[in-house]
Nanobody, 116 residues
Framework: QVQLVESGGGLVQAGGSLRLSCAASGSIFSRNGLGWYRQAPGKQRDLVASISSGGRTNYADSVKGRFSISRDNAKKTVYLQMNSLKPEDTAVYYC??????????WGKGTLVTVSS
């Protein structure tokens, strides 16, 4: 079983930066795929970025060039560096872990609010 705890959300002005962190416990972290999703009010939860166990990354078109996902297997932590933030990035951001045996786990989310 995997527990995920996100941190780093908050209020930032447009053009600013935030770094989200997601600390994991349980399972064999280095073999799991990790991702960040977000859900704005009244909208579905969408993938923002993902990183495989081998370090391959994938980004939503809307964040390419602005966001960067990384992982530290020794610390069992995945990060999302968000730069040049826009009001449309406002959402609850969720950490996801997709284990090597096909299970999915979610954190409780952290709110990011970008003011114009």
């Amino acid at each position: 079983q995997v527990q995920l705890v996100e941190s780093g959300g908050g209020l930032v002005q447009a053009g600013g930066s935030l770094r989200l962190s997601c600390a994991a416990s349980g399972s064999i972290f280095s073999r799991n795929g990790l991702g960040w999703y977000r859900q704005a009010p009244g909208k579905q939860r969408d993938l923002v970025a993902s990183i495989s166990s081998g370090g391959r990354t994938n980004y939503a078109d809307s964040v390419k060039g602005r966001f960067s996902i990384s992982r530290d297997n020794a610390k069992k932590t995945v990060y999302l560096q968000m730069n040049s933030l826009k009001p449309e990035d406002t959402a609850v951001y969720y950490c996801n872990c997709h284990t090597y045996i096909g299970m999915d786990y979610w954190g409780k989310g952290t709110l990011v609010t970008v003011s114009s």
